[in-house]
């Protein structure tokens, strides 16, 4: 199994909403990575998961949370968003580290009305 | 700001030609670079990746070439298919400790004429 799956794959939610992104992989990585992607932007690094453990913020609002309840598993809760953090979240992962190629998702589509 | 660039934003060609794609990178420290494709409405799809102590490398259809003195990165396409057409992304690695970002390129969008 060589894929890193995201659900859901559209997601639209008002500004007062919670709700949670998904991500799996199967490939016994030990970094995984959320990415947020503005149309006809490159990926932006969000958060980066090494063996279980958050080793990279960057400076992302307090309304995106991450949670990696185990080595294939990593979930972004949102909540509060505003209609600017509307894109394409993105998850990779890779090996061991940020050294090693990163595998991305098909992305969740997000939209906040 | 990025220090991987891309010198064209859009790249036409047709149908059984070949491709060039290329990037500039300004840290002489990166030492690992990878391409991705990105179709419409999908994630970024790895293509190849080379490392600093080569200068070429071959996949199927694809080949990217570093050069290292002018900090220059490209991707070569070889008999381009419509099912190439997509956004094309390089990204840097710079250093070895795995504690740095994956750092891209803006990006360029190949469309392929039938």
């Known amino acids: 199994d060589t894929e890193v799956t995201q659900t859901p794959k559209h997601l639209v939610m008002g500004m007062t909403n919670k709700k949670s992104l998904k991500c799996e992989q199967h490939m016994g990585h030990r970094a995984m990575y959320w990415y947020k992607q503005k149309a006809k932007k490159p990926p932006e690094l969000m958060f980066v998961y090494s063996y279980e453990k958050l080793s990279i913020n960057e400076s992302v609002p307090s309304r995106f949370s991450p949670e990696c309840p185990n080595s294939s598993l990593l979930n972004l809760h949102l909540h509060a968003l505003q209609p600017e953090d509307s894109a394409l979240y993105l998850c990779?992962?890779?090996?061991?580290?940020?050294?090693?190629?990163?595998?991305f998702g098909p992305g969740t589509r997000l939209t906040v009305l | 700001g990025e220090s991987v660039g891309l010198h064209l934003p859009t790249l036409s060609v047709q149908e059984g030609d070949n491709s060039i794609i290329n990037c500039a990178y300004s840290n002489s420290a990166s030492d690992y670079f990878i391409w991705y494709k990105q179709e419409s409405g999908k994630g970024p799809q790895f293509i190849i990746d080379i490392r600093s102590n080569m200068d070429k490398r071959q996949g199927q259809r694809v080949t990217v070439l570093l050069n290292k003195t002018v900090k220059h990165l490209s991707l070569q396409i070889a008999a381009t298919q419509p099912g190439d057409s997509a956004v094309y992304f390089c990204a840097e690695n710079m250093g070895n400790s795995g504690n740095t970002p994956l750092v891209f390129g803006k990006g360029t969008r190949l469309s392929v004429i039938a």
């Open positions: 990779a992962s890779s090996p061991f580290s940020q050294a090693d190629t990163q595998y």
